[in-house]
């Protein structure tokens, strides 16, 4: 696997509304502010989607980088939540097969502008958390 030298960086889908929510959701439970976030919609992301593999134009996973390495789909939302404080417990899920996590995750990704939703432009986060982005 391909090292990237940013380390716990979560990249998502700018437009996606789920996504945007994900990205909320981890930023209030951060409170070391460990994680820092790129939309896929930038040029910093989308340099980070090509190296990986991810089609920019049709993303359809997140993708975190953590110890220098990429988690994508499961793995990812599953790393994420088990780095932050008072989720360690979700470790545990990593204990069901990958495949059937992902089957989960997929179907999920695949239908989430239909089920979500989608913004006409990336979301614009708030102050704090705007330091926490790379663009």
Not at 4 to 18: K, M, N, P, Q
Request: glycine share 6%; hydrophobic share 45%.
């Amino acid at each position: 696997m391909q090292k990237w030298l940013d380390d716990d960086v979560i990249l998502f889908d700018g437009v996606c509304i789920f996504c945007s929510r994900w990205v909320r959701f981890v930023a209030q439970r951060d409170t070391t502010k460990r994680f820092r976030f790129t939309p896929i919609q930038s040029d910093y992301g989308a340099k980070l989607a090509r190296t990986f593999g991810i089609d920019a134009d049709d993303p359809d996973t997140n993708a975190v980088v953590h110890g220098g390495e990429v988690f994508m789909k499961s793995d990812a939302a599953l790393t994420v939540l088990s780095l932050l404080p008072g989720w360690g417990w979700v470790r545990a899920l990593f204990a069901v097969p990958k495949p059937l996590r992902n089957a989960v995750y997929s179907l999920i990704a695949r239908n989430r502008y239909r089920i979500f939703g989608k913004y006409d432009a990336c979301f614009v986060p708030d102050a704090d958390l705007r330091s926490r982005v790379i663009e």
